[in-house]
């Protein structure tokens, strides 16, 4: 009689949730993971209005659409800090 193996695979990935580090990728992320999110970039002379919230976290912020890079920066920084993954590890910004 032959000898019979058992062998078992056991997975042991883990999930890593990296922050983006561009503008467009930072928009994705809010806009998926986010409670409510809304990006309004006006017309003419109209101010943008970005608005996120994230559990008791929440932003909304008006400005001028040149300043987008920094006030999406700033609006994903405060999200991602308070984001909790369902699984996984979140790597700190």
Same mark, same amino acid.
Request: net charge negative; glycine share 8%; aromatic share 8%.
């Given at each position: 009689?032959?000898?019979?193996?058992?062998?078992?695979?056991?997975?042991?990935? $883990?999930?890593?949730?990296?922050? /983006? %580090?561009?503008?467009?990728?930072?928009?994705?992320?809010?806009?998926?993971?986010? *409670?409510? !999110?809304?990006?309004?970039?006006?017309?003419?002379?109209?101010?943008?209005?970005?608005?996120? $919230?994230?559990?008791?976290?929440? /932003? %909304?912020?008006?400005?001028?659409?040149?300043?987008?890079?920094?006030?999406?920066? *700033?609006? !994903?920084?405060?999200?991602?800090?308070?984001?909790?993954?369902?699984?996984?590890?979140?790597?700190?910004?």
């Amino acid at each position: 009689m032959g000898s019979m193996m058992n062998t078992t695979e056991t997975s042991t990935s $883990v999930t890593l949730h990296n922050p /983006s %580090s561009c503008t467009c990728g930072r928009i994705i992320w809010l806009s998926q993971h986010c *409670d409510g !999110f809304v990006l309004n970039l006006g017309t003419g002379k109209c101010e943008a209005r970005i608005e996120a $919230v994230l559990g008791p976290a929440c /932003s %909304s912020v008006q400005f001028q659409p040149e300043n987008l890079k920094e006030v999406v920066a *700033d609006v !994903f920084w405060r999200m991602w800090n308070a984001w909790q993954p369902a699984e996984g590890i979140k790597v700190a910004g």
